[in-house]
C-alpha cells in the first residue's frame, strides 16, 4: 500500500461526500473547487463515497450526491468508490498497525471519558477527537482487538475502528487516499485539525502523505458552518426553486473570490483563471451570495 511520490504518476485528487444528507451549498463549494484544482493542473478527480458509518449513511444520498454534482457540470474520472466496499483493505491496514504495536482496544464507554474528554471537540464525520485528553487508560490492558471494543491509535488515542465494528473516518480515509495514489486533497477548512493524525497513519503504514488544502467554509446567520445538521439548503431545493447550475456556480465562485460578479458561468468556464492563491482567505457568509441561504 505505498502511494506514488507527488507528481510521479500526475495528480491525482478527490472529493469524498458523506451520504448522510443531501448536498448542500458548502459541500457544493468544496467539490468546486476540488474539482478546480484537479482539471486546472491536467490532474484525476475521483468520486468517493464515505459510508462506513451504516447508521447514517443512506443509498440514496449516495445516489442524490452523483446527480447533483453532474447537475453542477462536474465530472470525475473512472468509477465512484464506496468505502463500504473497501473493508478487507482497512482490516489489513489494522492488522499492520497492530503488528507494530501502534494499536489497543479500548472498552471506555462515552461515559466512562467524559471527565478525561472534558472540552474536546467532535472530529470529522461523528468521531471523538479525544486527542491529548486521552488518557490511556485501557492501552496496557491487553484486551482482544475482536472483541466488543473501540480500536484506538497508540499515543493521541484517536479511534480507528469503532466498537460496534463500523470502520472509523481517520484509517479509512487515509487507507483509500494511499490505495488510489491521491496526491493532494483539496477539502474544507473544517478539517484541517484532522491532518496531523492522517499523517501519523500515512507513516506507521509505510505510505506517502498526500498534500493537504483546504478550502474557505461557507457560514450561516449564526456565524457556525453550513452543515446538514445545521438546515443548509441542500441543491435539490435550489433546483426545487428554479434556479439554474450555472447560477450556483457562479455565485459559489463569487463568493470564493473566483469572480468579481455572480454571473451564470459552468466550473470549466472557471478553469482558465483558476488559481488557489485567488481563494478567499477567510470563512464566506453564505447570506451575503446565495439567495437561498438559512
Known amino acids: 500500500m505505498k502511494i506514488p511520490q507527488n507528481g ?8 469524498a461526500p458523506s451520504p448522510s444528507g443531501y448536498l448542500h451549498f458548502g459541500n457544493a463549494s468544496t467539490a468546486l473547487v476540488a474539482w478546480l484544482r484537479a482539471r486546472s493542473e491536467n490532474g484525476r478527480f475521483f468520486l468517493r463515497v464515505e459510508d462506513t458509518d451504516p447508521q447514517r449513511s ?6 442524490a450526491a452523483q446527480e447533483d454534482l453532474r ?3 462536474l465530472d ?42 472534558d472540552g474536546a471537540v ?41 466498537a460496534d465494528g463500523a470502520w472509523a473516518y481517520t484509517l479509512a480515509v487515509v487507507v483509500d ?17 484532522a491532518t496531523p493524525q492522517q499523517e501519523q497513519l500515512f507513516a506507521a503504514l509505510d505510505c506517502v502523505p498526500p498534500k493537504y488544502l483546504h478550502a474557505p467554509l461557507w457560514m450561516g446567520p ?43 458561468v459552468r466550473p470549466r468556464d472557471l478553469l482558465q483563471d483558476f488559481a488557489w492563491d485567488r481563494l478567499r482567505k477567510t470563512p464566506v457568509p453564505a447570506s451575503d451570495y446565495l439567495p437561498l441561504a438559512p
Open 222 to 264: 449564526d456565524g457556525q458552518r453550513l452543515s446538514k445538521r445545521h438546515g443548509a439548503v441542500s441543491l435539490r431545493d435550489w433546483q426545487a426553486s428554479g434556479r439554474t447550475a450555472e447560477e450556483l456556480v457562479g455565485r459559489l465562485a463569487w463568493g470564493l473570490g473566483l469572480l468579481e460578479e455572480p454571473i451564470p
Open 8 to 15: 510521479e504518476f500526475g495528480y491525482a485528487g478527490r472529493y
Open 58 to 63: 443512506k443509498p440514496e444520498f449516495a445516489a
Open 122 to 162: 467532535r472530529a470529522p464525520h461523528g468521531a471523538e477527537d479525544l486527542g491529548p485528553h486521552y488518557p490511556g487508560t485501557c492501552a496496557p490492558l491487553g484486551l482482544p482487538l475482536n472483541g466488543p471494543y473501540t480500536v484506538r491509535a497508540q499515543g493521541d488515542g484517536f479511534p480507528v475502528r469503532r
Open 76 to 117: 470525475w474520472d473512472g468509477p465512484v468508490e464506496f468505502q463500504s466496499m473497501r473493508t478487507e483493505g482497512y482490516q489489513a491496514a489494522l492488522e499492520r498497525l497492530n503488528q507494530k504495536g501502534l494499536v489497543f482496544a479500548c472498552r471506555c464507554t462515552r461515559k466512562d471519558l467524559q471527565a478525561a474528554v
Open 71 to 73: 447537475w453542477m457540470g
Open 177 to 193: 487516499d494511499a490505495s488510489s495514489g491521491i496526491t493532494e486533497v483539496v477539502r474544507g477548512s473544517d478539517l484541517e485539525s
